[in-house]
């Protein structure tokens, strides 16, 4: 049902959600977006090499959705930032970092997820204190790449695809 499903969102002009599938659909939605020659996203999710929760994406699931043009948005969920479930707007540079390091200036985005979360990084109250992090994004990357992963990449994504 889940390939079917997948086929009628790109033949309806719909941009799959991959954020909460697991591995194997996640590989099946990646086939299907080249096949059809579409993209899909993964709106809230982290990587799975800083840290190895399972809804965090393995580099080869956040390439192949760079790729296809997709985007995709950091979690602040801090399980999904941190092992230890203690996270800090450290925690969330350690996955835009490593985002970048495989080619993601142009994919890595905002997903924060406030409606979908207990707790909130260390640092990070409410949406309000995501100026902090706008300020370490660019102590650590720059504006450029800050602005990039705040608004553009997002704003890029929506215009192409829209």
């Avoid at 799975?48 to 192949?64: I, M, T």
């Avoid at 997903?111 to 994004?137: A, H, R």
Wanted: with cysteine.
């Amino acid at each position: 049902f889940g390939v079917a499903f997948v086929r009628k969102c790109f033949d309806c002009g719909i941009i799959p959600d991959i954020s909460h599938c697991s591995v194997k659909t996640t590989k099946e939605a990646i086939e299907l977006a080249f096949e059809y020659n579409k993209t899909i996203i993964a709106s809230h999710s982290n990587s799975y090499a800083v840290c190895s929760h399972d809804r965090n994406l393995r580099d080869e699931e956040f390439v192949s959705i760079s790729n296809l043009g997709g985007i995709v948005g950091i979690s602040l969920a801090p399980q999904h930032l941190a092992k230890s479930g203690d996270a800090s707007i450290k925690s969330i540079l350690n996955h835009i970092d490593h985002y970048l390091s495989i080619g993601g200036e142009n994919t890595v985005s905002l997903g924060c997820d406030f409606d979908g979360v207990d707790k909130l990084p260390i640092g990070i109250n409410n949406i309000s204190d995501l100026s902090k992090l706008y300020k370490e994004l660019t102590n650590y990357f720059g504006e450029t790449i800050a602005d990039k992963i705040f608004y553009s990449n997002a704003f890029n994504f929506f215009s192409k695809w829209m």
